[in-house]
């Protein structure tokens, strides 16, 4: 079984600073993608970034970037010149491919509490 | 263009009566998935749907859940003889097929269930 662990429940970060959040794994896949959700107070969850773990280049969407160790099973975020509306839940899955019925698997963590502090 | 929409935005209801949540997929989303999110938590997996394939029921908390998807587009969610313990936020992502190049799901609002 997929697990995904998220160790930081809580965090917070002056605006315009830099944060990184932890995310952790474990698998037997060789197969995978990772993503970062996000979710604001309004409920929508929205992605934040992917990485397929065939790829070894860290995924980078403008302010937003990973570290993505796949030896040590390990993908965190990282949020430059962080602003005020970064303050959300922030969640880490990962993705089991299938092409069976049963569809993709997605494995969530259990959220990063993200405050921005102006 | 319309994201995947979820109703009602929250529904308070009795222990002991039934509930029903609906999801409205993005069109030409083929795959669907729902979700219980309780507080402090992450998302749970409770079933998903891909087209008109039999449902993976496997997360399915117990027999008081049940869900379907009409035409292979709306869906529902129905919770019989609701438990304060079925009090969550219900979430509904849709895809395009699993085996599309592009396996981002792409989430609704979700439902906040409150059973009193």
């Known amino acids: 079984a997929q697990t995904v662990t998220q160790s930081q429940p809580e965090m917070s970060v002056q605006e315009a600073e830099t944060v990184t959040l932890s995310c952790t794994y474990d698998?037997?896949?060789?197969?995978?993608?990772l993503f970062w959700y996000k979710q604001p107070p309004s409920r929508q969850m929205i992605l934040v970034i992917r990485?397929?773990?065939?790829?070894?280049q860290n995924a980078t969407e403008n302010r937003f970037s990973v570290n993505f160790q796949k030896a040590a099973k390990s993908f965190s975020l990282k949020i430059s010149d962080s602003q005020l509306g970064d303050t959300a839940m922030y969640f880490c899955?990962?993705?089991?491919?299938?092409?069976?019925?049963?569809?993709?698997?997605?494995?969530f963590g259990t959220g990063t509490s993200l405050t921005v502090i102006p | 263009g319309a994201g995947v929409s979820q109703s009602p935005s929250n529904k308070v209801t009795e222990k002991g009566k039934d509930v029903e949540l609906r999801c409205d997929p993005i069109?030409?989303?083929?795959?669907l998935y729902w979700y219980r999110q309780s507080l402090g938590q992450g998302l749970e997996f409770l079933i998903y749907?891909?087209?008109?394939?039999?449902?993976?029921k496997s997360g399915l908390p117990s027999d008081r859940f049940s869900a379907e998807r009409t035409g292979g587009s709306v869906s529902t969610l129905t919770i019989q003889r609701t438990q304060q313990e079925d009090s969550a936020v219900y979430l509904c992502?849709?895809?395009?097929?699993?085996?599309?190049?592009?396996?981002?799901?792409?989430f609704g609002p979700g439902t906040r269930l409150t059973v009193t």
């Open positions: 992502a849709s895809s395009l097929p699993t085996d599309s190049p592009s396996y981002e799901q792409y």
């Open positions: 698998t037997s896949e060789s197969n995978y993608y």
């Open positions: 990485q397929e773990a065939y790829k070894q």
């Open positions: 899955a990962f993705m089991k491919l299938s092409y069976s019925n049963t569809g993709n698997q997605f494995y």
């Open positions: 069109s030409g989303h083929t795959a």
């Open positions: 749907f891909q087209g008109n394939s039999a449902p993976d």
